[in-house]
């Protein structure tokens, strides 16, 4: 009995290592995020059929508004911010999951794909490189789970902010 109230008050005592405060070094507090460029190859012919307009700014829209929410870091300008996050948006797919008896498509993933790089422009180092960071969503064509393949694509997109985020917030 007493071993299990020694290990009680040891658990209250030290808490159970879950917290709530980002993992950032103490030095950041504002992040810059440029313009996302557009490097998908439109020449190749199976990139060409999916191509969404401005998605590259959405994508970059969804990342600062994400950041925004989060609170960790403030957006702020270029050559105040304390970090930059550069994105190159570079694959948009979408692939069939489920096809039904005649063969048509009943259920389709959207995944756009970015390389993200961020830096410490102070004292210009790399801080982390992700050559391919990708968000997703699936999307049925009919039945109760049914969306439309725009509706999809915004979160695809959200799943990527998150994702973006939480690698600048917790991977540290």
């Known amino acids: 009995m007493k071993r299990l109230s020694?290990?009680?008050?040891?658990m209250l005592i030290t808490g159970c290592g879950?917290?709530?405060?980002?993992?950032?070094?103490?030095?950041?507090?504002?992040?810059f995020i440029p313009p996302f460029e557009n490097k998908i190859d439109f020449v190749n012919a199976d990139d060409r059929k999916l191509y969404v307009a401005g998605l590259e700014s959405r994508v970059r829209e969804a990342v600062v508004d994400r950041y925004l929410f989060d609170?960790?870091?403030?957006?702020?300008?270029?050559?105040?911010a304390d970090l930059?996050?550069?994105?190159?948006?570079?694959?948009f797919d979408r692939e069939e999951l489920r096809l039904q008896t005649d063969e048509s498509v009943k259920e389709y993933r959207i995944r756009v794909t970015v390389a993200l790089t961020l830096l410490e422009p102070a004292e210009n180092i790399v801080i982390w490189e992700e050559?391919?960071?990708?968000?997703e969503a699936t999307y049925y064509l009919t039945g109760p789970l049914a969306k439309s393949e725009s509706q999809a694509i915004e979160d695809a997109i959200k799943d990527l902010a998150v994702r973006a985020v939480a690698r600048t917030i917790e991977n540290w």
């Open 18 to 31: 879950y917290t709530t405060k980002s993992l950032l070094p103490e030095n950041y507090h504002t992040i």
């Open 131 to 135: 050559p391919a960071f990708a968000g």
């Open 84 to 91: 930059v996050l550069k994105g190159k948006l570079i694959k």
């Open 6 to 10: 020694f290990l009680l008050l040891a």
């Open 71 to 80: 609170g960790n870091l403030r957006v702020a300008d270029e050559g105040i």
